[in-house]
């Protein structure tokens, strides 16, 4: 897989429940590829650990996966916990496997997510995490032309960079 992804060549859509392993096991590779970032160990199973109830038993919560070629490439988790007041929609979790990268998925993924989520959105990111602060600020950039708000939150329970934009209906 050398080439960029196109937007036909993948697909994102709602979890099933039978998916929820498939979330887990996705969430601990990306709990471990931030490792040096979340100050987070692993626990006497050896796992990073991420509690997924929620995202099957809350309708505001609403777990995805990405798949190309109808292999796993990626999840999205999205909930209704923004961060500051305004918001419909927090990306609490965000992760492509490392093969799909750098190949347009990520960014193709995102752009088809926020459209099949009319709302305000906030997306963020943690302060030490300097190449999705960089990849977040260019897809919204590309998303919005340009039209989003960035913040530092430096108190709460979350703190980071925080991206807010509006994704328009798509209906005409």
Do not use: C
């Not at 999205?78 to 007041?85: D, E, T």
């Amino acid at each position: 897989m050398s080439r960029d992804i196109a937007l036909t060549d993948f697909e994102i859509r709602i979890a099933s429940a039978a998916e929820r392993p498939v979330l887990f096991r996705m969430l601990e590779l990306y709990q471990h590829d931030l490792s040096d970032v979340w100050d987070q160990d692993i626990d006497e199973h050896g796992e990073y650990g991420y509690s997924l109830d929620q995202y099957w038993s809350d309708s505001i919560q609403r777990p995805y996966v990405i798949l190309v070629e109808s292999k796993y490439a990626g999840l999205a988790l999205v909930n209704g916990a923004v961060k500051v007041p305004g918001g419909r929609y927090w990306l609490e979790q965000y992760f492509i496997l490392k093969k799909y990268r750098r190949k347009g998925l990520g960014r193709a993924a995102a752009t088809r997510l926020f459209e099949s989520l009319p709302g305000q959105w906030q997306v963020g990111q943690m302060s030490l995490n300097l190449p999705a602060q960089a990849f977040w600020r260019a897809t919204i950039n590309g998303y919005t032309n340009g039209n989003y708000r960035e913040s530092e939150l430096k108190s709460g329970s979350w703190r980071g960079l925080l991206q807010e934009f509006s994704s328009p209906s798509t209906d005409a």
